[in-house]
Structures are given as structure tokens and as C-alpha cells.
């Protein structure tokens, strides 16, 4: 996780009567487009505060989504952060959420230990996909997201400089005619966390030098969808962060028997729009 010196921020009165005599930090790591600030509170855990303006893509109250979906993971029994409070104040959302022990599995670690961080991310990806969907309220199923992707589109609001290297150049128009050609035609639905990269996942090692998941992060994306929303993008950045070479073991110890590249490329480039 890095961080730097957070620059002020202006704060809602009961988060400024809370936070303001707090030391804090800013976290850089991660694309989730809010602003991360980490409060050291003397005598009590950190806690970590998110902000964003209204409005700001892909979704109006992207914080407001993200707690309502905590709230109802935490319930279920998945290790993710609690909320603490949210507010909606002069323009902007706030949400401030307890830490979670450990750090994220895009921190640089030596090379003999990217065996059990691959097996880490596996059984995370297990525990979210096991669990009980029939109460879920949140339909993040292709159909929702292709909506939502078409409606970027058309607003003008795809950040077409931030395509994967291998679609550098192509438009987002172009990059939309391509995602409706390729549409799978099934869907395994189950519940996913929506952008498990390893930014998101938060690892604990042991004693024997065994890591597991300690907590998920930036859920606002969580909700029912195929299996390969996650898959997929674990896949890509297992592949940035650990190396290509680890791509496979990690749908061997996820459980897969045969992997699905049609709906690998699609889901990775159903990310593209977000």
C-alpha cells in the first residue's frame, strides 16, 4: 500500500469533531477514483476515509453502494472493513470504514513467496464464490454492467488513455461494437466481488510463511455476476504484478477444470468501460 502526506481536506462536522486531531496519510495505491486518507488514532485503530465528488463516473453515490455493500458482506460472514459512518455533505459522499489487518497483495514480496500468495487469492475467490446468493440484492449480472458500459459510452466518459496496452489507439465505440460480438451465451452466476485485483485483496502471513485473505476491499462492484468477472481480472493482474507464469496455477488451485478464454477475453474487456 503506498501512501503519502494528505494535503487538507475539508470535512463534514461529525467526521471533522472525529478525524480533524488525527494524523493522517493518503493513500495512492489503487483506481477506484475516491480519494483514500488512512487516520492514525492515538490509543485506537486506524481508519481509513474515502471521498468523492456526486456525479463522478460510473455512478452518482459510488460510496453510498460500497457501504450498503460492506454492510450486507460483513453480515454474511466475509472478512471486509466495517462501516463506521457515511455522509453526504456539500457536493461530495464520505464513508469512513475500519482497517483491516495485513496489506494488500500488489505489495512487493520476494519471488519464493509468489506460490502462496497465488494460493491465497485462490481461496479468496473461493469464499466469495461460495457464498449463499439467494438473499443478495445486488445484480451486478452482464446485462446491468453492459447497460452501464453503453451508457459511458455515450456520455463521452470511457477513459480510452487508459486501455490495455493491446487495445492502445481503439475507440470506445469501437471497443462497445466489440463487447456485443462476443457476448458469452451463459452466465454462472454467483457472488463476486467485482474487481478482484490484488490491490483489493488484503493478505496476513504466518508463522510458516502461508498467507490468507484477511479482508476484501472497494466492493462497490460486489454483487451477483459470473464466476469470470473475477477470474478474469485476478488473471490480468496476477499476470502484471506476480507474472505471466502464474496465471494457470491460480485457476488450478481456484479449482477450474477447464478454463473459459472466450469469457476470460470478455470480461477483461468489459473492464475496459470502468
Not at 241 to 253: K, S
Request: proline content about 5%; hydrophobic content about 40%.
Amino acid at each position: 500500500m503506498q501512501t503519502a502526506t494528505a494535503t487538507s481536506l475539508l470535512l463534514p462536522p461529525p467526521l471533522a469533531a472525529d478525524l480533524g486531531k488525527h494524523s493522517r496519510a493518503e493513500v495512492t495505491t489503487g483506481e477506484s477514483g475516491s480519494r483514500v486518507i488512512r487516520f492514525e488514532r492515538s490509543g485506537a485503530s486506524s481508519v481509513y476515509l474515502k471521498s468523492r465528488a456526486f456525479g463522478t463516473p460510473p455512478g452518482g453515490r459510488q460510496l453510498f453502494d460500497e457501504a450498503e455493500r460492506l454492510s450486507w458482506m460483513h453480515a454474511v460472514g466475509l472478512p471486509v472493513p466495517a462501516v463506521l459512518q457515511y455522509h453526504e455533505w456539500k457536493g461530495g459522499e464520505y464513508l469512513l470504514l475500519t482497517a483491516v489487518p495485513g496489506s494488500d497483495a500488489s505489495v512487493s514480496r520476494p519471488p519464493e513467496q509468489h506460490g502462496a500468495i497465488v494460493t491465497a487469492l485462490a481461496a479468496g475467490l473461493r469464499s466469495l464464490h461460495a457464498t449463499n446468493i439467494s438473499a443478495c440484492p445486488f445484480d451486478q449480472s452482464r446485462r446491468v454492467r453492459v447497460a452501464a458500459a453503453e451508457a459511458l459510452v455515450r456520455a463521452g466518459l470511457v477513459r480510452e488513455e487508459d486501455f490495455d496496452t493491446t487495445r492502445q489507439g481503439r475507440t470506445a465505440v469501437d471497443l462497445y461494437s466489440e463487447l456485443v460480438a462476443r457476448s458469452p451465451s451463459s452466465e454462472d452466476r454467483t457472488f463476486t466481488h467485482g474487481d478482484y485485483c490484488l490491490p483489493n485483496v488484503v493478505l496476513t502471513e504466518d508463522r510458516t510463511g502461508e498467507f490468507r485473505v484477511s479482508g476484501f476491499v472497494d466492493c462497490a462492484n460486489a454483487g451477483i455476476a459470473d464466476r469470470y468477472q473475477d477470474l478474469a481480472l485476478c488473471a490480468r493482474s496476477v499476470a502484471d504484478n506476480l507474472g505471466p507464469a502464474w496465471v494457470q496455477p491460480l485457476f488450478e488451485r481456484y479449482g477450474l477444470d477447464r478454463v473459459d478464454e472466450d469469457k476470460l477475453a470478455y470480461y477483461q474487456l468489459l473492464d475496459e468501460f470502468f
